[in-house]
Antibody, heavy 121, light 107 residues
Framework: EVQLVESGGGLVQPGGSLRLSCGASGFTFSNFDMHWVRQRTGKGLEWVAIMDTAGDTYYAGSVKGRFTISREDVKNSLYLQMDSLRAEDTAVYHC???????????????WGQGTLVIVSS | DIQMTQSPSSLSASVGDRVTITCRASQSISIYLNWYQHHPGKAPRLLIYAASTLQSGAPSRFSGTGSGTDFSLTISSLQSEDFATYYCQQSHSTPLTFGGGTKVEIK
């Protein structure tokens, strides 16, 4: 069974930093692209970042230059370093695995329960 | 960035109703459009990918159509477990983007 468990969320002041972690099990982590997706309270889903199996990274415009995604395949772990945090970054952050099927990729098929980040003074 | 616009943002319906949700992309995304169902407190569930392919395990009352910029998700006969929020997502290119969601509520 695929399991994704996030940690590292909490309360941080504007301008501060936080590092989220995601531990994965139940699948061969190194074979899959991994993402962070967030959801602000009462709002919809917002894709944040991807690190693919080749180590390439892409970011949403709203976090580019402030957030850094990384992974350690030997530890089956995904990370999100969040710097220069803003109030609008307050959200639940989910670690998500994607798959390809029938030539279509970036299908979000397994989600962690999420970790809450609150940016407030 | 590709913007995804869903409509309506919410709707009220009864069990047994036929429900259609639409999603429009700001530029052509071919068939790289996926649909998710999200119940509060649970992980989103992939229902449809590549615009019209039913994900394994998803009920056959869900169907998707469209290509280019205009897409739709139809629930042929709404069941009680279908009351949830539905999101479209484009997988054509990064940054990946979701629609704003459609909340399906009980009438």
């Amino acid at each position: 069974e695929v399991q994704l468990v996030e940690s590292g969320g909490g309360l941080v002041q504007p301008g501060g930093s936080l590092r989220l972690s995601c531990g994965a099990s139940g699948f061969t982590f190194s074979n899959f692209d991994m993402h962070w997706v967030r959801q602000r309270t009462g709002k919809g889903l917002e894709w944040v970042a991807i690190m693919d199996t080749a180590g390439d990274t892409y970011y949403a415009g709203s976090v580019k230059g402030r957030f850094t995604i990384s992974r350690e395949d030997v530890k089956n772990s995904l990370y999100l370093q969040m710097d220069s945090l803003r109030a609008e970054d307050t959200a639940v952050y989910h670690c998500v695995k994607t798959v390809c099927s029938g030539g279509s990729c970036y299908l979000f098929d397994s989600w962690g329960q999420g970790t809450l980040v609150i940016v407030s003074s | 960035d590709i913007q995804m616009t869903q409509s309506p943002s919410s709707l009220s319906a009864s069990v047994g109703d036929r429900v259609t949700i639409t999603c429009r992309a700001s530029q052509s995304i071919s068939i790289y459009l996926n649909w998710y169902q999200h119940h509060p407190g649970k992980a989103p569930r992939l229902l449809i990918y590549a615009a019209s392919t039913l994900q394994s395990g998803a009920p056959s009352r869900f169907s998707g159509t469209g290509s280019g910029t205009d897409f739709s998700l139809t629930i042929s006969s709404l069941q009680s477990e279908d009351f949830a929020t539905y999101y479209c997502q484009q997988s054509h290119s990064t940054p990946l983007t979701f629609g704003g969601g459609t909340k399906v509520e009980i009438k």
